[in-house]
Structure formats: structure tokens, C-alpha cells
């Protein structure tokens, strides 16, 4: 709550509990998203005219995103994740969409996810990285299965043709068997 924007000119000191949390995620942004809200955390101690003090508690005290936050190193920080991105092959080096296939039954979505699979890798290049299929990290809501499929590519001119023969070949059967197909298109969150 305070590290929303909120002014108190009277709070001198911040304690963070359970820090490295959002570090757990299985999101390719988890280092981006801690080091951001930690420095927004900070930012509420000591804003006026008394001194502030900061303390973070964490199991990854080595994690760079805490130690960057320590020292106040935007840039380090930001130098460290464009490393990590470049060599997992993420963005801004890579575009990414995911495919995400859900239905009640486990056995539709593993055959749809083969299927929606197969389509990616006969329209894509090899350039192209097609990760999955793989159950989601929220493997099921209300209910439901979920699969991924991840693409990572930098250029894929057969990505949108791919797209088109999913929408016009699976579009009635998905509806038919009540599957469903949500393409995310350079995701925000990976869950």
C-alpha cells in the first residue's frame, strides 16, 4: 500500500517482509517487478526533512535485484537484466506470444495443445523457438486445465498465417468441444 504513492511525512522508516517473493514467479519480469517495487517502497521513508531507513527482509540476499536496491544501481541492475534477457532470449531481444489452451477435461486440452503445437511448428521457422506444450503455472482455474505454448522469435513472417489457420480451421471445433484458445501477444504476465 505504500509504495503506491501515498505521503506520509511523518514515516521514517520501511520494513519489507517476505522481499523476494514476487522473485519466485515464473515470469521472465519477477527481477524487473521486485527491484521496482522495493525502490518505490524505499522512496516512502525519510521524504522530508527526517532521515529514513529501509529494511528488507529476504531469503536471496545475493539476488542482484536486493543488491541493486541496496546500493540505489539503476544501472547495474539494469545492465544485469538485459544480460539475463538477451541469453533466455526474452524481450527487448525477442517478441514473445503466449497460447494458452484450457478446457474441463485434461485429455481435450493435451490433444489441442498437440494440435495447436504441430500448426506452430509447420508455419514457423526454425529461427523461431516454440516452447511447450506445458501445463501453465496456474495449471487449473474454476475448474479448468490450462496448457501453454510459448513462441520467442525475432522476426516470423509465417507467425500471422499460423495465427489465420488456427482461427480458421480449429475456430468451430474449439467452439464445438468447448476448448479454449487465449493468444497473448508480448504478455505482461507469464501466469
Excluded: C, W
Excluded at 547495474?76 to 526474452?90: A, H, I, P
Excluded at 526454425?126 to 474454476?142: D, H, T
Excluded at 480458421?168 to 501466469?191: G, N, S, T
Amino acid at each position: 500500500m505504500i509504495a503506491k504513492g501515498l505521503d506520509y511525512p511523518n514515516i521514517t522508516l520501511v520494513g519489507v517482509l517476505n522481499a523476494d517473493t514476487m522473485l519466485n514467479l515464473p515470469d521472465f519480469r519477477a527481477s524487473e517487478r521486485t527491484y521496482q517495487l522495493l525502490t518505490q517502497v524505499a522512496g516512502r521513508a525519510g521524504r522530508h526533512e527526517k532521515a529514513g531507513q529501509v529494511i528488507i527482509q529476504t531469503y536471496n540476499p545475493d539476488h542482484y535485484s536486493i543488491l541493486d536496491v541496496q546500493k540505489n544501481d539503476y544501472l547495474t541492475f539494469y545492465r544485469q537484466e538485459m544480460e539475463y534477457r538477451k541469453l533466455g532470449k526474452y524481450p527487448p531481444y525477442y517478441y514473445l506470444i503466449n497460447f494458452t489452451i484450457s478446457h474441463k477435461e485434461m485429455k481435450k486440452v493435451m490433444e489441442a495443445s498437440q494440435h495447436v503445437h504441430k500448426i506452430l511448428l509447420q508455419h514457423l521457422t526454425e529461427k523461431a523457438l516454440v516452447l511447450g506444450p506445458s501445463p501453465a503455472a496456474l495449471a487449473r482455474i474454476n475448474n479448468e486445465f490450462r496448457f501453454q505454448i510459448l513462441v520467442k522469435y525475432k522476426s516470423e513472417p509465417g507467425l500471422l498465417q499460423a495465427i489465420q489457420f488456427l482461427d480458421d480451421y480449429y475456430h468451430e471445433k474449439f467452439i464445438k468441444e468447448k476448448l479454449a484458445l487465449k493468444i497473448d501477444v508480448d504478455p505482461q504476465m507469464m501466469m
